[in-house]
């Protein structure tokens, strides 16, 4: 005993526990002498103890919130930034050595432990109650946590067929789901000696709430353990949403809030109507519960009906698909502390301009916007993304994108567009327009080749698709200001489109602006006068349409109240486009 208080360095518990063994050795009538001195000198190690002094040093530090991991999927980092050195280990010895090292065990192995540090899974887990025993007896587990300011990280609900108390769901990341000793399914029948029989959720709360230190759970392990795999699905948000204000969720306390363009974490989809989730970045490990994407749609096209029966429809949007809600919202639940709808979309039409896509049957009928799995994309030298630029005919789209090509027109270019009318005199066929007959554009509208067309005064309009790939193609910016209904075809893998939405201020602003730059009116063909406040209400019209079908399409807004601001910001965005990893859809990257 007196050998084992020499080292200082040496854990108080594990020379604790030497010592215990030591004294009742005794009592160990199995333990061969072989079998004590390896216990005996594994408990001496100086590995050991230095182990058990880093764990005690990580559990200190997670208690503080000074420290806290940046990220914690430093390996999947890893991979991708392989991925994108692996086609550059030809160009650069750098490119080549960084490929190598990131390579080596010893480098893959420190990110191993970082992303364990960083997730917390670095606490025991205890084996289960081996399930040996009678028929007719019940297996009972006891299970003790220690209370702190973190939530336990489950749910509970009372069983419709036994009445029992059960666990409804265990939040991945939490502190139920790290310690691997309470389940889905498991039910509880005692929390620190008082029996749950017969009570609801809330009173078995209240007796948590009510308890310090550490909680004893007395629970009948469920008959099946099935454990939660987290997912590595990213979506953005294409609404807001706030738990506190949902209804329909079976605990607010877990649940996640979130505001519209956030990009989450889907980190379990195994429950129908409430996925679990976490913002992207967030370092609170815990995830918390959302509506999912069929339960949304469903919510969103009840609200719909009750507006419109409650005569609160607008000129923008009616809804009238009816959708029965009884298993909408599943019994209540107690957090525990210690393919897409259609609808119809009714709306004034705007006026028919040069360059309109054609009407269709689909023109009315949206999908209901609610997720999009989405990806990084990384920027590629000599590859750059389309900038579409969408908004109501008279926001200065066309004036933002002629300021762009004026700063360097060997980088920024516009598709040539095809039309059915003879040259005029001094027009050079592909420098203006393409010219083709009427029978080869109508052809070419059948075959979708083009992204939108329109005809003006007998004459067809358009821009083809192949016009844009050829400009990527050669190394060009691509730009285009297209009709908003082009979006469709534009927006696919092949071209990657980066999409702005040009919006008109509010109508002081939106008038006065216009007056002061003496801007003129584009629905008048000379462009000989001034915007009238007809026309000024129909752009701002025109935008709240655009915005409430096409917004979930939007990767940046631009508000063009002020030309040279509005300018500022669209030379920002391309510069991020072409230098930065952005999100878009998690098909455009597989």
């Known amino acids: 005993m007196t050998a084992i208080m020499e080292n200082t360095n040496w854990d108080p518990a594990l020379s604790k526990l030497l010592n215990s063994l030591e004294e009742n ?79 080596r065990p010893h480098i893959q192995g420190l990110l191993c432990a970082h992303d364990a540090v960083a997730q917390k899974d670095y606490y025991p887990r205890l084996p289960e109650i081996p399930l040996e025993v009678d028929e007719d007896e019940e297996t009972i587990k006891i299970v003790q946590l220690v209370k702190s300011n973190e939530p336990l990280g489950a749910t509970i ?16 990341g939490g ?8 389940h889905v399914g498991d039910e509880v029948c005692e929390v620190n000696g008082i029996s749950v029989e017969g009570k609801t959720p809330n009173c078995v709360l209240k007796i948590l709430q009510n308890s310090e230190g550490t909680i004893t759970f007395k629970i009948v392990p469920a008959d099946s353990k099935s454990g939660i795999r987290e997912s590595k699905v990213r979506v953005r948000a294409h609404f807001s949403y706030t738990a506190a204000d949902d209804r329909y969720i079976p605990c607010k306390e877990a649940g996640l809030d979130f505001v519209k363009g956030d990009v989450l974490h889907i980190v379990s989809q195994d429950d129908a ?97 609610t997720y999009e799995e989405v990806a990084k994309l990384y920027p590629r030298p000599g590859f750059y993304r389309p900038i579409v630029l969408v908004g109501p005919p008279g926001v200065g789209r066309n004036e933002l994108k002629r300021r762009l090509v004026a700063t360097d027109p060997e980088k920024y270019r516009t598709p040539i567009p095809y039309t059915s009318r003879p040259p005029r005199p001094g027009e050079i066929d592909g420098k203006e327009y393409f010219f083709v007959s009427r ?91 001034g915007f009238t406040d007809e026309e000024f209400h129909e752009m701002i019209h025109s935008a709240d349409r655009i915005e409430f079908l096409y917004s979930h399409l939007f990767d940046e807004t631009i508000v063009n109240a002020d030309l040279s601001m509005a300018f500022e910001q669209l030379v920002g965005a391309i510069s991020r486009v072409e230098t930065e990893p952005l999100w878009v859809p998690a098909s455009w990257v597989q």
């Open 25 to 103: 050795k005794t009592d160990l009538p199995t333990c061969t002498d072989e079998e004590f001195g390896f216990l005996s000198d594994l408990l001496r190690s100086k590995e050991l103890n230095a182990l058990v002094n880093v764990h005690n040093k990580i559990i200190s530090n997670a208690k503080d919130d000074k420290f806290f991991p940046v990220l914690s999927n430093s390996m999947d980092i890893d991979v991708e930034v392989l991925d994108l050195l692996a086609v550059r280990t030809h160009i650069s010895e750098d490119c080549k050595e960084l490929f190598h090292l990131l390579q």
């Open 439 to 529: 029978e080869k554009m109508e052809e070419d509208i059948a075959l979708l080749k083009l992204i939108e067309y329109g005809e003006y005064k007998g004459n067809l309009y358009g821009t083809s698709g192949e016009s844009v790939k050829s400009l990527v193609n050669a190394g060009y910016v691509c730009l285009l200001s297209p009709h908003y209904q082009a979006l469709k075809m534009l927006r696919t893998p092949q071209l990657k489109p980066f999409v702005i939405y040009v919006k008109p201020p509010r109508f002081d602003i939106l008038k006065e602006t216009r007056n002061e730059a003496r801007a003129r009116s584009t629905f008048d063909e000379t462009n000989s006068r």
């Open 157 to 172: 609900k009372t069983c419709e067929e036994t009445g029992k108390i059960v666990i409804a769901r265990i939040m991945l």
């Open 273 to 369: 109507y409430w996925w679990q989730a976490r913002r992207e970045g967030d370092r609170n490990m815990r995830a918390g519960l959302i509506p999912s994407r069929a339960l949304q749609e469903r919510i969103i096209i009840l609200e719909r009906q009750q507006k419109e029966k409650n005569g609160e429809t607008d000129n923008i949007s009616l809804c009238s698909v009816p959708v029965p809600l009884p298993a909408l919202c599943p019994r209540p639940q107690t957090s525990l502390h210690a393919s897409p709808t259609k609808c119809n979309l009714q709306g004034l039409k705007t006026k028919k301009i040069m360059y309109d896509a054609a009407e269709n049957d689909d023109f009315d009928r949206e999908e209901i916007p």
């Open 175 to 182: 502190a139920a789901d790290r310690s691997g000793l309470i």
